[in-house]
């Protein structure tokens, strides 16, 4: 069983961000790395595409009442959160953070670590399998909408015909995925490393352009430390807001254990591997690093919580199967 620990890969972000303050990719060397992130995004999301069992989500979609669950806790319940969050640090954060915290919470689910932690917790890991991917498909088309929907005229620049980017950029890549899966679906199944490769090295790639055309147009001069810090709070209360809303209603709706702890990892949590990209489209201009930012605070934020919840679950579980070993059976009556 893991440990809570600090993930490696805000380190490697960490410093992606630091080498972008020092060495910013600008000029026509921008333009074309912007070709690199595009095609890096495609590749990632072809990738996703021929992983993605199209026979595991139709058996998962049986369970459409926890289907149903996870996907109002997504897209409905955390975009409400989500606006009063970011109306209630209106006073003390300027408007890009403010878009960032709206921005994530219409986000979709992750897929491997809702996975994982429903597997650590003794959850349904298949439900679980089955939420987030249908989470990140219905993302494809549902975030923008939303984005369209609660933040045109933000700071962030977002256009109506980025939806038609995301579908050049996004859904087709995982549409031909699709069509290629039978022929190397079972390829990629044995060669994780290349596929977590691809996912990371798509958001880093992505990151460094985001940052380096802030460095360039010098928006960090907007932003204080005190900032970070009132984003971190206001992603702690997003997150424990969620996770206290879906866990309740998960009870009251009289699902199982089993099911309650794959609602709760999959319906309190936004995908960093999804968002930055996504992020890159939707959002023209530099501010589009500071939007990220609450998303990135937010991702190490959701990987802590999540892990203490895991282990308390697995904990608790042992402890009654424990209890059920020692305790006697009761005596028979003559």
Same mark, same amino acid.
């Given at each position: 069983?893991?440990?809570? $620990?600090?993930?490696?890969?805000?380190?490697?972000?960490?410093?992606?961000?630091?080498?972008?303050?020092?060495?910013?990719?600008?000029?026509?060397?921008?333009?074309?790395?912007? %070709?690199?992130?595009?095609?890096?995004?495609?590749?990632?999301?072809?990738? %996703?595409?021929?992983?993605?069992?199209?026979?595991?989500?139709?058996?998962?979609?049986?369970?459409?009442?926890?289907?149903?669950?996870?996907?109002?806790?997504? %897209?409905?319940?955390?975009?409400?959160?989500?606006?009063?969050?970011?109306?209630?640090?209106?006073?003390?954060?300027?408007?890009?953070?403010?878009?960032?915290?709206?921005?994530?919470?219409?986000?979709?689910?992750?897929?491997?670590?809702?996975?994982?932690?429903?597997?650590?917790?003794?959850?349904?890991?298949? *439900?679980?399998?089955?939420?987030?991917?249908?989470?990140?498909?219905?993302?494809?088309?549902?975030?923008?909408?939303?984005?369209?929907?609660?933040?045109?005229?933000?700071?962030?620049?977002?256009?109506?015909?980025?939806?038609?980017?995301?579908?050049?950029?996004?859904?087709?890549?995982?549409?031909?995925?699709?069509?290629?899966?039978?022929?190397?679906?079972?390829?990629?199944?044995? $060669?994780?490393?290349?596929?977590?490769?691809?996912?990371?090295?798509?958001?880093?790639?992505?990151? %460094?352009?985001?940052?380096?055309?802030?460095?360039?147009?010098?928006?960090?001069?907007?932003?204080?430390?005190?900032?970070?810090?009132?984003?971190?709070?206001?992603?702690?209360?997003?997150?424990?807001?969620?996770?206290?809303?879906?866990?309740?209603?998960?009870?009251?709706?009289?699902?199982?254990?089993?099911?309650?702890?794959?609602?709760?990892?999959?319906?309190?949590?936004?995908?960093?591997?999804?968002?930055?990209?996504?992020?890159?489209?939707?959002?023209?201009?530099?501010?589009?690093?500071?939007?990220?930012?609450?998303?990135?605070?937010?991702?190490?934020?959701?990987?802590?919580?999540?892990?203490?919840?895991?282990? *308390?679950?697995?904990?608790?579980?042992? $402890?009654?199967?424990?209890?059920?070993?020692?305790?006697?059976?009761? *005596?028979?009556?003559?």
């Amino acid at each position: 069983m893991p440990r809570v $620990r600090f993930d490696p890969y805000i380190l490697v972000l960490i410093a992606t961000i630091a080498f972008a303050a020092v060495l910013p990719v600008s000029g026509a060397a921008a333009q074309a790395f912007g %070709y690199l992130v595009s095609a890096a995004i495609g590749l990632l999301f072809f990738l %996703y595409g021929a992983r993605l069992s199209p026979k595991a989500v139709l058996d998962g979609l049986s369970h459409w009442r926890l289907q149903g669950t996870v996907f109002l806790s997504t %897209y409905a319940l955390f975009p409400l959160l989500g606006c009063a969050v970011a109306a209630l640090s209106a006073p003390v954060l300027p408007p890009d953070l403010r878009t960032g915290l709206l921005y994530l919470s219409l986000l979709p689910s992750t897929v491997q670590s809702s996975i994982a932690f429903t597997s650590i917790a003794r959850g349904n890991v298949a *439900a679980a399998l089955t939420s987030a991917s249908l989470s990140n498909l219905l993302g494809v088309v549902v975030t923008p909408l939303l984005v369209a929907l609660l933040l045109t005229g933000a700071t962030g620049g977002f256009d109506a015909r980025a939806v038609l980017d995301i579908a050049a950029q996004i859904l087709l890549p995982f549409l031909a995925g699709q069509l290629f899966r039978p022929l190397i679906g079972s390829w990629l199944a044995g $060669r994780k490393r290349l596929t977590s490769f691809v996912d990371r090295g798509a958001i880093v790639l992505t990151v %460094y352009a985001a940052f380096s055309e802030g460095v360039v147009e010098g928006i960090w001069s907007r932003v204080a430390p005190l900032d970070l810090v009132w984003v971190f709070g206001f992603c702690v209360v997003l997150l424990a807001a969620v996770m206290g809303v879906v866990s309740v209603s998960a009870r009251v709706l009289g699902f199982s254990r089993p099911d309650r702890i794959a609602i709760l990892f999959c319906g309190s949590k936004k995908s960093l591997a999804t968002g930055i990209p996504m992020a890159g489209i939707l959002f023209s201009g530099p501010s589009m690093a500071l939007i990220v930012l609450p998303l990135m605070l937010f991702h190490q934020i959701q990987l802590f919580a999540c892990a203490l919840l895991a282990q *308390a679950y697995a904990a608790a579980e042992a $402890r009654e199967e424990t209890v059920a070993q020692t305790t006697p059976a009761p *005596a028979r009556s003559a």
